[in-house]
């Protein structure tokens, strides 16, 4: 596989997951999320008592830009804040009910989408695959 094409897959599979993303949560009775606020509820989902901060700090934006998705997401029912019994200047990030069932369906989604990559691979391939992912991961995070 030579560089062009490989570059051409990470591309367009890049705006497609987006894309189609995005037009799920439309076709959903999810309609009300859009993709960003998705990828603040997945941190939240994934990170035990997450705090604004560390939303901020995974998805590489501003702590006004998760504050403004943060403010949306409660008004939608989707997460609540809780200060901290430790820190009362600390806030907690929870998902809700509705908030916990988006968070399971988008990670669906993305169970999927990796068992529908590795199907029909063999351990090798899917180990010379991680690498690859891996040293792309690296790279990525060294820009940061």
Do not use: C, W
Not at 51 to 57: A, F
Not at 119 to 126: K, Q, T, V
Not at 129 to 141: D, H, I, P, R, V
């Amino acid at each position: 596989m030579n560089y062009q094409l490989v570059n051409d897959y990470l591309t367009s599979i890049f705006n497609n997951v987006l894309v189609i993303e995005e037009s799920s949560l439309r076709s959903s009775r999810f309609n009300d999320v859009s993709i960003k606020e998705m990828h603040t509820i997945d941190v939240i989902g994934e990170t035990p008592n997450a705090t604004p901060s560390d939303v901020s700090r995974e998805l590489m934006v501003t702590l006004g830009t998760v504050t403004t998705s943060l403010n949306n997401l409660e008004r939608k029912g989707y997460i609540e804040r809780s200060r901290s019994s430790v820190d009362r200047r600390v806030v907690h990030l929870n998902l809700t009910k509705n908030g916990r069932l988006l968070y399971r369906l988008h990670r669906r989604f993305h169970h999927a989408m990796v068992d529908k990559i590795i199907a029909g691979m063999s351990p090798d391939e899917i180990k010379v695959m991680k690498k690859g992912l891996k040293n792309l991961y690296k790279f990525l995070e060294d820009l940061k």
